[in-house]
């Protein structure tokens, strides 16, 4: 006899991921740029540890160029962000602090001081070194042979013709990176979770959805009408409040996997959200937002659109941590139960990042 609960693909022990579902999450977002640190969270003679699909990574400038390495020192597995950056010979290297084994930006040791004289350090005397790259006021590194993917666009950034605040969450989210830009995708939560911001109950038909797919960008486009704010008009015009809902064609790009840029067109001109999201582990993830304008261009104005974008993120935290299984199962497990056409984009994110190998197992 089988039970209703039975029946239930919801009624499985979901809180935790298997072993294999972790370790296949992390082999398959290896290939891509993934955001760590902010660029000035990085002064010049500094170590800093960050973590990144499970793994220790030790952040430094030498040479005048970021580099990342594995923070575990080959002799005793120390961490090497503990230590100190030593000049050798005119060559910046990371000096561990246990017993001052010194490694160069391309992983290999450089100095083993208790080495006997004329003996050759082992070529094995290495730790792991990744790509490096900086954009968006950001450092990205990549723990694949190549990456993927280039860095994904984001043309407001560093452009006279907007305003762009840089939003520094400290905390790091307890979710996945998929389930952070599955949940920025998705917009028929507008009316439900950002009631009054950006939709209302009294409407919460989804709009009518142009999804597909353009070279990295996974692109969603669509018109909807949202109460005015600082997201869809200026708000330093007066009499704005009363305008009534104003008319917005959103374009939104995500870089996949795990990048996504939303652009709100009005008649008051663009607004663009864009996060960059870091997988630290399957249930950590880093966010590093930015917002740019090219309206209501004073610096003055900067703080209330921070504001303002805290706010937004402060009504999603909580629902999208509380989402299980912490990784997006695959559609086969039919854990979840997507509902078409209004999921029609989510369904496409997914489906993508099971094509990417990153989503794969429960
Ligand atoms: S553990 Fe790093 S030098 Fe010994
Ligand atoms: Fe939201």
């Known amino acids: 006899m089988s039970t209703q609960s039975q029946q239930n693909p919801n009624s499985q022990d979901i809180e935790a991921p298997s072993q294999e579902a972790i370790q296949e999450f992390y082999n398959g977002m290896r290939p891509f740029w993934h955001p760590v640190l902010w660029e000035d969270a990085l002064p010049e003679g500094k170590l800093v540890r960050v973590e990144l699909l499970g793994i220790g990574v030790v952040l430094a400038r030498l040479n005048g160029k970021v580099t990342a390495l594995r923070d575990l020192c080959r002799h005793f597995q120390t961490r090497l962000s503990l230590g100190e950056i030593l000049d050798i010979d005119g060559e910046d290297t990371v000096m561990c602090p246990y017993h001052g084994w010194a490694y160069g930006n391309d992983g290999m040791c450089k100095r083993i001081p208790q080495m006997l004289e004329g003996r050759k350090i082992p070529p094995s005397a290495r730790v792991d070194s990744y790509h490096v790259t900086t954009g968006y006021g950001l450092i990205w590194v990549c723990m694949g042979d190549e990456p993927t993917f280039n860095l994904p666009d984001y043309p407001e950034y560093g452009n006279d013709e907007f305003r762009t605040v840089s939003m520094k969450e400290d905390e790091i989210s307890r979710t996945s990176s998929t389930r952070m830009i599955m949940g920025t995708l998705d917009d028929t939560h507008f009316p439900w979770v950002h009631e009054g911001i950006l939709g209302t109950r009294d409407c919460p038909a989804a709009p009518d959805h142009k999804v597909w797919r353009e070279d990295q960008y996974l692109v969603l486009q ?8 600082l997201a869809t008009t200026d708000m330093s015009v007066e009499g704005a409040e009363d305008k009534g809902n104003i008319s917005i064609r959103y374009t939104d790009y995500v870089g996949m996997p795990n990048v996504i840029r939303l652009v709100k067109e009005t008649d008051s001109g663009r607004y663009t959200v864009w996060l960059a999201t870091c997988p630290n582990a399957y249930n950590k993830t880093t966010n590093f937002w930015s917002f740019s ?24 935290k909580p629902i999208i941590e509380s989402q299980r299984p912490w990784l997006i199962p695959p559609f086969w497990s039919q854990l ?10 989510l369904m496409e994110f997914q489906k993508w990042l099971e094509e990417l190998g990153i989503v794969t197992r429960i």
Do not use: I, W
């Open 336 to 345: 979840e139960q997507p509902l078409g056409p209004s999921d029609k984009p």
């Open 222 to 229: 669509y018109d909807v009408e949202q109460p005015p704010g």
């Open 293 to 316: 304008r090219n309206y209501d261009m004073g610096s003055e104005r900067d703080r209330t659109y921070e504001e303002f974008g805290a706010h937004v993120r402060s009504q999603d």
